[in-house]
C-alpha cells in the first residue's frame, strides 16, 4: 500500500477532500468525499474512485460542525476505514489568494499562515476557512506537511498591462492590481490541452471555468495572458452569487443613497447578487434551467450575454481565438448554455455541431470550424495532489517543516 496525499477544499459551508494514493508513478484516487452544511445540518459523505458510497454520517439540524468538526469526521473516518494516519505524507489545499508573493505553491510553515492571513479581505468567502483548515489539520497531524496552492498562481506572469488599474500608481505598488482566480484548474486543462488540442496548445484559447464561481482566461502557448476575475474573485462574468463587474459608481450610491458599510456591501456582491439575485430564485444552474418562471430565463440570459461580452473582450487581448474550452459544473455539463455561447462566437469563426454539444464532446464544434470548442472536465483536486507530491520529491522529504506548529 502506498503512501496517502489528502487533498483538502475548504469552504464556507462544506469541506471536500479526496485521498490519493501513491502507486508507483501514478496517483490513484483512493477516496472522495465532502461534509456539507457545516452550520445548518451537517451531512457527511465518502465514495471510492468508482462512485461506492463508502460512508454516510448526519447530524441533527442546526448542529454547529464548523471547520474543526468537519476535519474531525473526515480524519477519524479515514484513519478508521481507509488508510492509517501514518499513511498519510501531506495534505495538499486549495488557498484562493496568493498575493504578489506565493507564486507557486508552498510548503506551509507558520510565518506563511500569518502572511495568507492579511489576504482575508481580498477573499473573504474563501480565505479564511482556507486557512482555518490548515490550522484545524495542523493541529491533528502536527508532523504532516501541509502545501497551499493557490488560485492565483498560474495568472503571476499575465503581462503587466492586463494587471493594471486605471489607478494612481502608488495603490499598484501596494498590491492592488488583477490577480486572477481559478488557476488550479486552469492550470489542469493546459497540462491536458496538448493531447486535445495541439494547435491550440500552441496558439491562443479561452478557457470557460463555468460553476459556482465563474471566468475566463485567455491562454497563449498554455500561459494565462489575461482572466475576468482580478483583484478579488468578484470581478468578471456573473457568478452562482456574485455579481461580477459593477460600475464601482453604484457602490458609492448605495453607500450615500442607502448608507450600506463596507460589510452590507460585501454581503450584497458576494452572496446575494449573481443568479440568484437576478432570478429570486436560485443561484443554482440545474434550478434554473429546468424553471418555467421568466425571471429565470433573465438570469440565464444575462449569464450567458456578460460571457459573450467578456469572451470578445479576451479574443480582442489575444488578437484572435483558436479555441474555446468549456469546464466546470456549468461548462461540463449545461448543454443549452454551451450552444448559446457557440452560437454566438459564430463571428470568432466558431461553427457550432449541436449533436456533438448534446453528448457531451469533446468536441463539440463542426470538423472544419477555423475555432474549435471542447468540452474537458476539470480536475483541480489532482493537480493539489501533483504540486503537493512534487514538493515532497525523496519519500518523507526530512527538509520540510512537517512539524510546523500552525496554531
Ligand atoms: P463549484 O464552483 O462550487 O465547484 P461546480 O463546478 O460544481 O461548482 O458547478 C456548479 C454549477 O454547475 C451549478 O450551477 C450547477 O447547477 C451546475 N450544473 C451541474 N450539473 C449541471 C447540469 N447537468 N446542467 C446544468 N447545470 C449543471
Known amino acids: 500500500m502506498g503512501d496517502v496525499i489528502v487533498v483538502i477544499n475548504a469552504g464556507s459551508s462544506s469541506l471536500k477532500f479526496t485521498l490519493y494514493e501513491e502507486r508507483g508513478e501514478t496517483l490513484g484516487v483512493l477516496a ?42 473526515v480524519f477519524s473516518w479515514c484513519g478508521s476505514e481507509t488508510c492509517a494516519a501514518d499513511r498519510v505524507r501531506a495534505v495538499g489545499h486549495r488557498v ?8 507557486r505553491p508552498v510548503v506551509v510553515n507558520r510565518e506563511i499562515l500569518t502572511d495568507l492571513e492579511t489576504f482575508v479581505p481580498l477573499a473573504p468567502l474563501h480565505q479564511p476557512h482556507n486557512l482555518a483548515a490548515i490550522r484545524n489539520i495542523g493541529r491533528r497531524f502536527p508532523g504532516v506537511p501541509q502545501v497551499a496552492c493557490f488560485d492565483t498562481s498560474f495568472h503571476a506572469a499575465i503581462p503587466p498591462i492586463a494587471q493594471a488599474f486605471a489607478l494612481p500608481r502608488k495603490f499598484a505598488e501596494q498590491g492592488v492590481r488583477r490577480y486572477g482566480f481559478h488557476g488550479l484548474s486552469y492550470e489542469y486543462i493546459a497540462s491536458v490541452l496538448p493531447g486535445i488540442d495541439p494547435d491550440a496548445a500552441k496558439g491562443r484559447t479561452v478557457v470557460a471555468h463555468l460553476g459556482n464561481g465563474a471566468s475566463l482566461c485567455a491562454m497563449r502557448g498554455l500561459k494565462s495572458e489575461a482572466c475576468t476575475l482580478g483583484f478579488t474573485a468578484v470581478e468578471g462574468l456573473m457568478m452562482g452569487t456574485r455579481c461580477g463587474s459593477l460600475d464601482p459608481g453604484v457602490m458609492l450610491y448605495f453607500m ?56 470578445g473582450s479576451l479574443a480582442a487581448a489575444l488578437g484572435g481565438l483558436d479555441a ?58 489532482r493537480m493539489i495532489a501533483l504540486h503537493t507530491q512534487r514538493l515532497l520529491p525523496n519519500g518523507r522529504n526530512p527538509t520540510a517543516p512537517g512539524g510546523a506548529d500552525l496554531s
Not at 465514495?47 to 448542529?63: H, K, S
Request: hydrophobic fraction near 40%; charge should be negative.
Open 256 to 311: 450615500d443613497e442607502f448608507g450600506m458599510n463596507a460589510r452590507d456591501l460585501e454581503s450584497l456582491i458576494y452572496k446575494e447578487s449573481g443568479l440568484l439575485g437576478v432570478s429570486g430564485i436560485s443561484s443554482d444552474m440545474r434550478t434554473l434551467l429546468e424553471s418555467k418562471d421568466p425571471r429565470a430565463a433573465e438570469a440565464i440570459d444575462l449569464f450567458v450575454y456578460r460571457i459573450i461580452r467578456e469572451l
Open 96 to 103: 484562493v489568494h496568493g498575493g504578489s508573493r506565493y507564486t
Open 324 to 381: 474555446l474550452v468549456f469546464t466546470a459544473g456549468i461548462g461540463e455539463n449545461a448543454v443549452p448554455i454551451r450552444g448559446r455561447i457557440c452560437r454566438s462566437a459564430s463571428w470568432l469563426g466558431l461553427e457550432l455541431d449541436a449533436n456533438a454539444n448534446e453528448a457531451g464532446g469533446p468536441r463539440i464544434s463542426v470538423a472544419d470550424s477555423r475555432v474549435r470548442a471542447w468540452v474537458v472536465p476539470t480536475d483541480e483536486e
Open 32 to 73: 472522495d468525499g465532502q461534509v456539507e452544511g457545516l452550520f445548518t445540518e451537517p451531512r457527511f459523505k465518502a465514495r471510492d474512485e468508482n462512485g461506492n458510497v463508502l460512508a454516510e454520517r448526519t447530524w441533527p439540524p442546526g448542529t454547529q460542525l464548523g471547520q474543526e468538526g468537519a476535519v474531525e469526521a
